[in-house]
Nanobody
Framework: QVRFVESGGGLVQAGGSLRLSCAVS????????MGWFRQAPGQEREIVAA????????YYADSVKGRFTISRDNSKNTGYLQMTGLEPDDTANYYC?????????????????WGQGTQVTVSS
């Protein structure tokens, strides 16, 4: 059974930073990818960033390019999302997700396992 421990969310002022972590157990990454998605109230879930576990290739949504950085630590089976220059529009519940095979995609439907989510709130 794949289990997630997500952490790092919280309340921050605009311009501030947070680092989200997603530790995965029950699944050993050899290939595949991790994605970070977010969902605000009344809005659809959207991809924020994704990373290939093997070659480290990354994807960023246009709205977060230059502000967010996705990374992974293979030895810890953990992914990270470093968020800087946070804006009120970044307020959402953030989820990490695992796609066990092939490279990242931008569709939530392609990710098989999902974390429980962590809330990020950015005040103006």
């Amino acid at each position: 059974q794949v289990r997630f421990v997500e952490s790092g969310g919280g309340l921050v002022q605009a311009g501030g930073s947070l680092r989200l972590s997603c530790a995965v157990s029950g699944h050993t990454f050899s290939n595949g990818a991790m994605g970070w998605f977010r969902q605000a109230p009344g809005q659809e879930r959207e991809i924020v960033a994704a990373i290939n576990w093997s070659d480290g290739g990354t994807y960023y949504a246009d709205s977060v390019k230059g502000r967010f950085t996705i990374s992974r630590d293979n030895s810890k089976n953990t992914g990270y999302l470093q968020m800087t220059g946070l804006e009120p529009d970044d307020t959402a519940n953030y989820y990490c997700a695992v796609r066990p095979w092939r490279s990242y995609t931008t569709s939530a439907d392609d990710y098989l396992h999902w974390g429980q989510g962590t809330q990020v709130t950015v005040s103006s």
